[in-house]
């Protein structure tokens, strides 16, 4: 008889038992009561025999075999369960592409991608990275409709996951295209000049991602039909000028009307620095959020 395999998470006191990411039970693992605990739990016409002990520790792996089932036992730390979602959609990512694109939040995948094809485009883009994701920090939040959980790799890049249920999400790959509550919030209670740098924070992110498509939809119009008509002369002029991953630093604001200036210097992410250049940003804010601008690059 084939083998199937049951995942069994415990978090604190709650296990939750799982066949193919369905839920099919869940009961609370009471610390004052260590006597023996033993459940049945029916999945079409297989019963399999849960036989627990003990409270599982954290980190610790038992397999259990019986007459039709390995039973793998996982107990999980917050990280476990968070590294779980990014190998999850690593994999629709580089295997699933149209699975992986419907985990994206809706109104995020149309204002970022547009269509399946971009969203294709940018994997092939990104093939490497997607490859190599690793988990360098996160931050957890309980929302009254979702756990958010904000992941950040070894590239700086984001992965903003909203589980309503266990094993079920949406997704968001960056903290710009769309505005999240919490930034909304931020920007909403900052000074003019702070608005103006957290505006700049999205372009460096975008021009880190490569994202030529949102730095470009920020442009004054003017702007735009006096020196970059299309976006392809602006990704070109980038990618000579700019072409590694860079890190911010401000010098001076200045104010003239309802323009907003930035004089800001970018080097390279490197150890030796071999980018040094100044970008002079000029920026107008708008209604809610919203900002178009127009910048300068200088050899320094």
């Known amino acids: 008889m084939n083998s199937k395999k049951i995942l069994i998470l415990i978090i604190g006191i709650v296990c939750i038992i799982l066949v193919f990411g369905v839920i099919l039970f869940i009961f609370s693992n009471n610390k004052k009561n260590n006597n023996n605990i033993e459940n049945n739990i029916i999945a079409t016409d297989k019963t399999y025999d849960v036989n627990m002990t003990k409270e599982m ?11 039709c ?14 590294n779980e979602y990014l190998e999850d959609y690593k994999n629709n990512a580089l295997n699933f592409t149209d699975d992986a694109y419907e985990l994206l939040d809706k109104q995020y995948r149309e ?3 547009g269509s399946i094809e971009e969203y294709k485009q940018y994997i092939n883009n990104n093939k490497s990275e997607i490859e190599d994701i690793e988990l360098s920090k996160y931050q957890a939040n309980e929302t009254d409709d979702c756990t958010e ?5 070894q590239y ?11 094993g079920s999400y949406t997704l968001f790959l960056d903290t710009y295209t769309v505005d999240l509550p919490e930034f909304a919030e931020k920007y909403n209670k900052a000074s003019e000049q702070e608005k103006v740098v957290l505006n ?9 991602a490569k994202d030529y498509h949102y730095i470009y939809s ?22 000579e000028n700019i072409n590694e991953k860079v890190v911010v630093s401000y010098d001076k604001f200045s104010k003239q009307g309802n323009l907003y200036t930035y004089e800001i210097r970018i080097t390279d992410e490197g150890i030796e620095t071999y980018l040094n250049k100044k970008m002079n940003i000029v920026m107008q804010l708008n209604e809610g959020t919203d900002f178009v601008m127009s910048f300068s690059i200088e050899e320094e």
Do not use: W
């Open 57 to 67: 520790p954290d980190e610790k792996y038992r397999t259990i075999e019986n007459e």
């Open 218 to 239: 920020k442009l004054a119009d003017s702007f735009k039909n006096n020196y970059f008509q299309n976006q392809e002369i602006l990704e070109r002029y980038l990618r």
């Open 156 to 166: 700086n890049s984001y992965y903003i996951f909203h589980v309503t249920n266990p």
């Open 149 to 153: 959980y904000i992941c950040i790799d």
């Open 69 to 82: 089932n390995q039973l793998e036992i996982k107990g999980t730390t917050q990280e476990r369960l968070i």
């Open 111 to 113: 204002a970022k991608f």
């Open 200 to 208: 700049i924070n999205k372009i460096i992110t975008a021009l880190n």
